[in-house]
């Protein structure tokens, strides 16, 4: 049967625009809140939000969190990554580009879109793969909205970003940890991150 009408639910990675004015601004995909007690993350053959597990320890994400729909951390990531940590035969993560949201704003649930600004990024290896952190603010956040780069950032909320994802996969006895952090970066290079991702987007899913 042929059916003009769209009755389907856009997959978040890939049927969501990132955004008309990226990646100057971003249409952001809200997985997990601050309160969320265990993990979530998209499905990528659904589209739903899948619990992917517990949090190993008491310690929760301290901003939202998500993705920017139809980017990739695949060759063009890494490369960069590569060229900025001097480390060799890095990957991609083989997902969307994630970011994280400041806000001041009260919101209840994930399974959202909004609207950010990117002011910076958390430059993160994960088991020699590149998986960086996109930092950014909701657009027109009555607080934070003002922050254009990372240095507008109050330093003890990069802290705490730094400290969950340093430690989000840490068990007690693990002698050598899986992840490494190498630097913080501010808005130019964040934004260069989110066009590499799109470009890596391109090359992976668009024929």
């Known amino acids: 049967m042929n059916n003009k009408n769209n009755n389907f639910v856009s997959h978040p990675w890939h049927g969501i625009s990132p ?29 739903y939000i899948r619990l992917d597990r517990p949090q190993k ?3 929760h994400c301290p901003s939202l969190y998500g993705f920017i729909p139809r980017t ?15 480390k060799k035969e890095l990957k991609g993560d ?12 009260h919101i209840s649930h994930g399974n959202i879109l909004m609207t950010v600004v990117p002011i910076g990024g958390i430059r993160m290896i994960d088991k020699n793969e ?11 956040d009555t607080i934070f909205g003002h922050m254009k780069d990372i ?35 501010g808005a130019d290079e964040a934004r260069q991150v989110i ?13």
């Open 19 to 47: 955004g008309d004015k990226v990646p100057n601004e971003v249409d952001a995909f809200i997985e997990m809140l601050p309160t969320d007690t265990v993990k979530y993350e998209v499905d990528k053959e659904s589209g």
């Open 57 to 59: 320890f008491s310690n």
């Open 72 to 86: 990739y951390c695949g060759n063009k990531v890494a490369e960069f990554s590569s060229q900025k940590t001097l």
């Open 94 to 105: 083989g997902d969307p580009l994630d970011i994280c949201i400041i806000t001041s704003s």
């Open 130 to 140: 590149a998986d960086d952190k996109i930092i950014a603010v909701l657009k027109g």
């Open 151 to 185: 240095h507008h950032c109050p330093a003890e909320l990069i802290d705490k970003l730094r400290h969950y994802f340093l430690t989000y996969k840490v068990m007690p006895d693990d002698e050598n940890p899986v992840v490494e952090i190498t630097g913080v970066y």
């Open 195 to 207: 066009k590499l991702s799109l470009k890596d987007y391109e090359d992976n899913f668009i024929q």
